[in-house]
């Protein structure tokens, strides 16, 4: 019931934009509470109203007090304005005499349901049956009195359900305000319902949306979403015609759904019977909302009874085998005048799975049919379908059809492993097609031409399998094959011997660094290799203190490399260097002995570039001269003779800017060049090289 009452009357309450109004007292005792909900509808002139109490109690109270019916504006501020009542008294269902004007030659039944509902001694109504027969009288009067309101306006009005507001203007915002008229104290709080209807346009009613129609065998029904229409309608009438054009209302009633809220289904059904399939007929819905008016109809939805019954299934299926691996099967079959023929269906399976066999329909007197390509290496099944000019179609029980396999397997393929160092092997291998592979049958040896030993007791149904082998051996190798198996015992070939390398556990040696030398801007490392046999690359590591991670720094596999010049290098760091030998399997020679080597220093004092060398043919002697590099600093004087390398030759005092050479040699060739000695014990690079020029 609570359903009914949610499809009647649900509306959007707006007590909070109405808070701002004083409002009849609400019974604050803390007992349950009854909504009143009221709907609105603008025809272009006039804003038609509908309301109801949630409960038949409050139904019933309000019947004798009353409801009190607002409507306001508000201003820019949004304070309510030009409050008006729209009834002088309260608004009730009219006296019983009044209602003896439907009563005439063409009685209104909603409106004499609503009145017998209302002053009724007793009360029966037709279909009240169909609500159950233990609701009782309260209930039954006011669930038939708000269906009767749904359904006739009139009725609705009658009943004080329903007002009219003919003074509304158009193109403005009302707010209208229902409440009790009288405030009750002996029954729950009664709360203010509120609408809101703008005038800009009138109200559209749109159309009912059949989404679907099943088709049965002298029947059809109609489906339309409960979800999309249960707030838009109360009632439905169906309509049908055969050209599409003219339609006639099949229920002189308006339909209703009395669905129980235990068992809700997400769609309105409607059925209708037919005398013949396949005559075609046009179906469409019209709503009827809860203010008694008729919407639009559907869209017309083409519609017809089909065959749905199939006909008898074939009796007494048989099967033999014939030469050259054929498979026949025969049955029998009830004549029937819609038979359109058979097919033939066949499974390794008795109840399920089956697949066509003849390509096509078998002809109705059909009664044996050969299957010339059976499975032979699985069971075979079978079934005979029977099918009609419709489609629908029946099978018989199934059968089974015995193959003698004498056919072995395919051979393997596809067989692949790997080996970790712990000495465990995972083989996989390509699944064979058989149908009726049992399994796999796994082969080892320790030489390709020694007898294969099993390394199964029995065939495994998996395409890989896990075995352990020793790998503290001198054979450095291990080798697999498989063969497969059938569930009749049939054996194939032997797969494609795998030759596996046993892994290489044992590290190699480590290089040995065996000489260096540090330069201003380079590193020179040597080093003698490892002399294991396996090696395949030595890689040279650093790390610094600026960098504390040791990082490649070169790689190589030539035999012939040993050694390495490092020029990315900064001045005055601590650089450790390690060499490491890496094996074809993988494995190194761990960190072995580090070289540590420092760098100098960066040289940031200047170095003298003003050195002049003038040759002196009266005493043959080389005079030197240069400008003094700064207090307390001291020069020292470098010479190069005949392309040789620089050797000190002189130390002037402190302050000095000139010296002679008189070590000089007749038809020798000489270079000069200076360094500077700082205060603070620090040198200069080398200046500037000059020659003497003769």
């Known amino acids: 019931m609570r359903a009914l009452i949610f499809i009647l009357f649900s509306c959007q309450v707006l007590n909070a934009q109405i808070s701002a109004l004083p409002q009849n007292k609400r019974d604050t005792s803390g007992g349950p509470s009854v909504e009143l909900v009221l709907r609105s509808r603008y025809t272009g002139k006039e804003v038609r109203l509908r309301w109801a109490p949630t409960k038949p109690g409050a139904w019933t109270l309000l019947n004798k007090t009353g409801y009190v019916l607002e409507r306001f504006e508000r201003d820019e501020n949004g304070l309510a304005i030009n409050l008006t009542k729209l009834s002088a008294s309260a608004i009730k269902p009219e006296p019983l005499e009044q ?74 915002k009302y707010f209208y305000r229902l409440y009790p008229a009288v ?16 005038t800009n346009s009138a109200d559209v009613l749109v159309a009912p949306i059949v989404d679907s129609v099943t088709e049965g065998e002298h029947s059809i029904e109609l489906l339309w979403s409960k979800e999309l229409h249960r707030r838009r309608f109360t ?18 009633e308006p339909y209703i759904n009395m669905e129980s809220d235990l068992t809700p289904k997400p769609w309105f059904q409607f059925a209708d019977s037919l005398k013949k399939n396949y005559d075609p007929n046009y179906y469409r819905v019209v709503g009827i909302n809860s203010f008694g008016e008729l919407s639009g109809p559907s869209n017309p939805i083409r519609a017809m009874g089909r065959d749905k019954t199939a006909p008898p299934p074939p009796i007494n299926v048989k099967t033999k085998m014939l030469p050259g691996n ?63 000019t419709a489609n629908n179609a029946s099978a018989s029980f199934s059968v089974f059809n015995f193959v003698a ?32 592979l049992k399994g796999y049958i796994v082969f080892y040896a320790n030489q390709r031409d020694h007898i294969f030993t099993t390394a199964v007791k029995h065939a495994i149904s998996d395409t890989a399998f896990a075995d352990t082998i020793q790998l503290w051996t001198l054979t450095k190798k291990i080798y697999y094959q498989l063969k497969a198996e059938d569930k009749t015992g049939n054996v194939s070939a032997a797969s494609d011997i795998l030759e596996l390398a046993r892994p290489d556990i044992v ?30 690359n030595h890689l040279l590591y650093r790390r610094s203190k600026a960098d504390p991670v040791s990082r490649v720094i070169m790689t190589t596999n030539l035999k012939a490399v040993s050694s390495f010049t490092d020029t990315s290098i900064a001045p005055a760091e601590y650089y450790e260097y390690k060499i490491v030998a890496v094996d074809s399997a993988g494995l ?107």
Request: proline letters at 5%; glycine letters at 8%.
């Open 99 to 172: 209602w003896k004007r439907f009563a005439g030659d063409t009685p209104d039944k909603n409106a004499l349901i609503a009145a017998q509902a209302i002053y009724g001694k007793k009360f029966t109504a037709a279909g009240s049956r169909r609500m159950g027969q233990k609701i009782d009288d309260l209930t039954n009067r006011y669930s038939f009195a708000l269906l009767a309101a749904d359904l006739s306006y009139e009725t609705a009005l009658a009943s004080g359900l329903a007002f009219i507001d003919k003074a509304a203007a158009a193109n403005k």
């Open 235 to 252: 009632a439905y009438y169906i309509e049908k015609s055969q050209d599409g054009a003219h339609f006639v209302r099949l229920n002189k």
């Open 183 to 198: 405030r009750n104290t002996g029954y729950s709080a009664i709360d203010t319902a509120n609408c809101i209807v703008h």
């Open 507 to 536: 590290p190699p040696a480590p290089p040995v660094f065996t000489g260096y030398e540090v330069k201003p801007s380079t590193i020179y490392l040597k080093w003698m290799n490892s002399n294991s046999q396996d090696v395949a």
């Open 588 to 694: 190194n020679s761990g960190d072995g002995a580090s070289l540590s080597v420092q760098t100098p220093e960066k040289n940031t004092k200047s170095a003298l570039n003003s050195l002049v060398v003038n040759y002196n043919k009266t005493s043959q002697q080389a005079e030197i001269s240069w400008v003094n590099p700064g207090t307390g600093t001291q020069v020292i004087i470098y010479r190069a003779e005949n392309g040789g390398g620089f050797q000190t030759v002189a130390t002037p005092a402190k302050g000095a800017t000139n010296w002679v050479d008189k070590t000089i040699k007749t038809g020798g060739n000489y270079e000069y060049t200076t360094r500077v000695s700082y205060p603070d014990g620090k040198a200069s690079p080398f200046g500037k090289v000059s020659k003497l020029i003769r």
């Open 326 to 388: 054929r498979a026949e099967i025969s049955w029998e079959s009830a004549e029937s005048a819609d038979l359109k023929g058979f097919m033939i269906g066949r499974s390794q399976n008795s109840l399920v799975g089956f697949q066509p066999v003849s390509q096509k329909t078998l002809e109705p007197r059909t009664r044996k049919f050969v299957d010339e390509h059976p499975d032979m290496d699985t069971a075979n099944y079978y079934i005979v379908v029977a099918t009609d």
């Open 405 to 436: 396999d004498t056919i072995a397997p395919a051979k393997p393929t596809g067989l692949k492993a790997s080996v970790d160092t712990t000495g465990t092997v995972r083989l996989r291998w390509d699944r064979n097609r058989e149908k009726d």
